[in-house]
């Protein structure tokens, strides 16, 4: 009963898991060296300064580099001194801010 009842569960939290998800597919750290060497993709440090210029001062958790449609996009995820979690989306060829979820 007990392994129905999480099966279940697990089932139902499948969805809402994969709709955090970020669009397309993310790279592998090798294929993000790559990116960054052939000046596909700025460095993370840049993406992450680009963010805390625009006024989100929070501390890293993740950050993933991922495909997009034909281009690249920093998937950084942010936990706030308030203890907010903010995912925010930075374009790896520029650097811009393209959008925040809370």
């Known amino acids: 009963m007990l392994l129905l009842g999480l099966l279940a569960v ?21 294929e993000q060296r790559a990116a960054v060497v052939a000046n596909r ?6 993406a992450i300064k680009s963010v805390r210029e625009g006024g989100h001062h929070a501390d890293l958790v ?17 936990l706030g001194r308030s203890g907010k979690v903010v ?9 811009e801010l393209i959008n925040g979820r809370q």
């Open 10 to 30: 697990s089932a139902q939290a499948g969805p809402a898991l994969a709709a955090d998800a970020p669009q397309g597919d993310c790279l592998s750290k090798a």
């Open 62 to 78: 993740r950050a993933r580099l991922c495909r997009q449609n034909e281009s690249l996009i920093y998937v950084l995820t942010l």
């Open 41 to 46: 993709a700025i460095p993370l440090a840049k």
């Open 87 to 95: 995912r925010l989306s930075v374009d790896a060829g520029s650097g």
